[in-house]
């Protein structure tokens, strides 16, 4: 049974029973969870950090990320520098180079030594900025993009359901055979069969994203009656195994087709943070 004070705060999570909110900021939450994962990371070939007690920081309007243990980072590779940034809900973060093998990497580490008394206890851990890390591992398995989120789900199930996509007017692709894509937060995807969609419409592209629960995503150009739309199509070639069934097929970003139905309904276009670009 949740405690009386919590129920206003949503689904019945453990996390949430230690969340304290900000006094100046309603709403704004600083927690971490603890990893049952071994993480490691590296610069070049060397590992500079590696750790079965690691923690997950979670924040408002910020992704999710790992944080080590001190006593678990190469610390006589790490050089603290002078370069400082200031949070008014964690305090103030120290940074530090690294030279691992010859290879310099400024501000690759951060540190809130005395973090406020709001923030959960991090004093003992450090964290990395994913970009300035050359490799980034969850037991043996590379990890790519950023950090998975533990609450986010993604199901791919099969179905018969008739979906039909218009681009410019036109009816580009129709299926019974898609597998929809439901992942936490974001819209439902279609991914249906290559031979299900209008082959004189597809044009190369050189665009490819990541996904950290996906995979690698290649993409095509959409050209119908002499319009041309970059990007509109996504396919995954090597998904991650927990979405392999999504392997090869196509899928149509929901925000930017025509229409889309399924059995004959036309669904919203959706409204995300791909709205202005791809997925």
Same mark, same amino acid.
């Given at each position: ?55 997950? /920081? =979670? &924040? #408002?309007?910020?992704?999710?990320? +790992?944080?080590? %243990?001190?006593? *678990?980072? @190469?610390? !006589?590779?790490? $050089? ?100 929809? /894509? =439901? &992942? #936490?937060?974001?819209?439902?995807? +279609?991914?249906? %069969?290559?031979? *299900?969609? @209008?082959? !004189?419409?597809? $044009? ?76």
């Amino acid at each position: 049974m949740r405690k009386r004070h919590l129920r206003g705060r949503g689904p019945h999570m453990s996390p949430l029973d230690r969340i304290v909110q900000f006094d100046f900021e309603p709403g704004y939450v600083v927690f971490t969870e603890p990893v049952a994962k071994r993480v490691r990371v590296k610069v070049g070939d060397i590992t500079i950090a590696d750790s079965i007690d690691m923690i997950l /920081l =979670f &924040e #408002t309007e910020h992704q999710q990320r +790992y944080c080590f %243990p001190i006593k *678990d980072i @190469r610390m !006589d590779l790490m $050089r603290e520098n002078e370069h400082v940034t200031s949070c008014r809900f964690k305090g103030t973060a120290h940074h530090y180079t690294v030279n691992a093998g010859g290879k310099v990497v400024e501000n690759i580490m951060w540190r809130y030594a005395e973090p406020l008394p709001q923030c959960p206890p991090i004093a003992d851990y450090a964290g990395f900025y994913w970009d300035k890390v050359d490799h980034w591992y969850e037991e043996d398995e590379e990890i790519f993009v950023h950090a998975r989120d533990p609450f986010r789900r993604v199901d791919c199930l099969p179905s018969s359901r008739l979906v039909q996509v218009y681009v410019n007017g036109a009816l580009v692709a129709e299926s019974r055979g898609c597998v929809f /894509l =439901f &992942e #936490t937060g974001l819209p439902t995807r +279609y991914y249906m %069969p290559r031979d *299900d969609i @209008r082959g !004189d419409i597809l $044009r190369p592209s050189n665009f490819a994203t990541g996904c950290p629960y996906k995979g690698q995503a290649g993409y095509y150009h959409v050209e119908v009656s002499g319009k041309l739309y970059e990007n509109l199509v996504w396919y995954y070639a090597e998904p991650k195994r927990e979405v392999w069934p999504i392997a090869g097929r196509l899928c149509f970003a929901n925000e930017f087709v025509d229409r889309i139905l399924v059995d004959g309904i036309e669904q919203k276009r959706p409204q995300t943070g791909h709205s202005h670009g791809y997925e």
